[in-house]
C-alpha cells in the first residue's frame, strides 16, 4: 500500500500570496527578524503602513514560491542565501536605498548579551575609563584589549577590535561591553538584502552613509570645476571664471610686454617710475 501527503491549504494559500508579492512589487527585500521585541515590530509595521508590506512565513515556503517566480524575476533565487534567523520579506514600491535608510532610521542600540551574533565588527576605544585599578586590568586583557592605569584610573591605550562582524559574542565580552557602556546591538529589523531588477544589493551597499557622500560630491564639484577652468573648458557654470581669468591673464600679459592700453596704462607708468628711479644715482 502506498501513501501520499497533501500540503496543508494554509500553507498552499501562504505560497499563493508570497507568489503574488513577488510578482507584483518590483523590490523586495530579505529581512532577519531574530530578537526584534513585538513592541518594536508594532511599531515599525506602524511606520511602514501603506508603503511597504512585511510579510513572514516559514522558510521553506518563501523558497518554494521564489521558485515558482524566479524565470519571470531572473536572479530572484539569489535572494534565498539572504534568509537568515528568523527571515521575512519586504514588498515594496520604494527604491532600496530609501527603503533600508528608512529601516534603519527606526533601529536603537541595545547591550550585548552572550550568545549574540556581532551585527559589525565591534570596537572598544582608545581612551579613560571610571575604572579603579584591579582585577579589571587582566579581565580587559584576556579579552585583547590593553590598558594601563593614568592618575589613578584605568585607561584603554589604543582601539581594539573586540569581535568580528558575524562573530558569536562570548559571556565575558558581552559583560565587559555593558560595563563600558557600550551597545553595539541594533533593535530593529535588519535587512540582509534587496532585490532589484536582476541586482541583489547588500547592506554594505545599501548603508550609505549620507553626510561623507554628500562631502565627496562637494569635493567632486570643486575638482570638476578646477579642471573645467585649468583646461579652458567652457560650460554655464564656469563662463564668469573662465572670463574673469581671461581678463586677468591679458592684463598680466600686457604689463609684462608692456602693451599699452587703458586698462594697463596707470600701471605701466608706475612700473617705468619705479623703475626709474631705482636707475638714479
Not at 516559514?58 to 534567523?85: D, F, H, N, S, V
Not at 582585577?135 to 590593553?146: F, N, R, T, W
Not at 589604543?158 to 562570548?170: A, L, R
Not at 562637494?218 to 579642471?227: K, Y
Request: one cysteine or more; aromatic letters at 6%; a positive charge.
Amino acid at each position: 500500500m502506498s501513501y501520499t501527503t497533501k500540503a496543508a491549504p494554509q500553507k498552499k494559500e501562504s505560497v499563493k500570496k508570497f507568489v503574488h508579492l513577488l510578482k507584483e512589487y518590483p523590490i523586495i527585500a530579505a529581512v532577519n527578524m531574530e530578537n526584534l521585541p513585538a513592541k518594536q515590530l508594532q511599531h515599525i509595521r506602524q511606520v511602514l503602513r501603506g508603503k511597504v508590506e512585511l510579510v513572514m512565513t516559514k522558510r521553506r515556503l518563501m523558497k518554494l514560491a521564489i521558485e515558482q517566480c524566479k524565470q519571470e524575476k531572473p536572479g530572484l533565487e539569489k535572494i534565498e542565501t539572504q534568509l537568515k534567523g528568523m527571515p521575512a520579506l519586504l514588498f515594496t514600491k520604494d527604491n532600496p536605498f530609501t527603503l533600508y535608510k528608512t529601516i534603519k532610521k527606526n533601529k536603537s542600540k541595545a547591550p550585548a548579551r552572550a550568545g549574540q551574533i556581532a551585527p559589525s565588527e565591534i570596537i572598544v576605544p582608545a581612551g579613560p575609563t571610571g575604572f579603579l585599578p584591579g582585577p579589571i586590568i587582566g579581565e580587559l586583557g584576556a579579552l585583547g584589549i590593553k590598558s594601563k592605569v593614568d592618575q589613578g584610573k584605568i585607561t584603554i591605550v589604543q582601539d581594539s577590535v573586540v569581535c568580528k562582524e558575524g562573530q558569536v559574542i562570548s559571556a565575558p565580552l558581552a559583560a565587559m561591553l555593558t560595563r563600558l557602556n557600550i551597545n553595539p546591538m541594533e533593535v530593529g529589523l535588519d535587512i540582509t538584502a534587496v532585490y532589484e531588477k536582476g541586482t541583489i544589493f547588500d547592506k554594505k551597499v545599501l548603508d550609505i552613509d549620507e553626510e561623507q557622500f554628500n562631502k565627496n560630491l562637494q569635493q567632486a564639484i570643486r575638482w570638476g570645476m578646477n579642471l573645467s577652468v585649468e583646461t579652458a573648458f567652457p560650460t554655464k557654470e564656469n563662463r564668469e571664471l573662465l572670463i574673469q581669468k581671461a581678463y586677468r591673464d591679458a592684463k598680466g600679459l600686457a604689463l609684462e610686454c608692456a602693451i599699452y592700453n587703458k586698462e594697463v596704462i596707470e600701471e605701466l607708468l608706475a612700473k617705468a617710475y619705479r623703475q626709474g628711479k631705482t636707475l638714479q644715482p
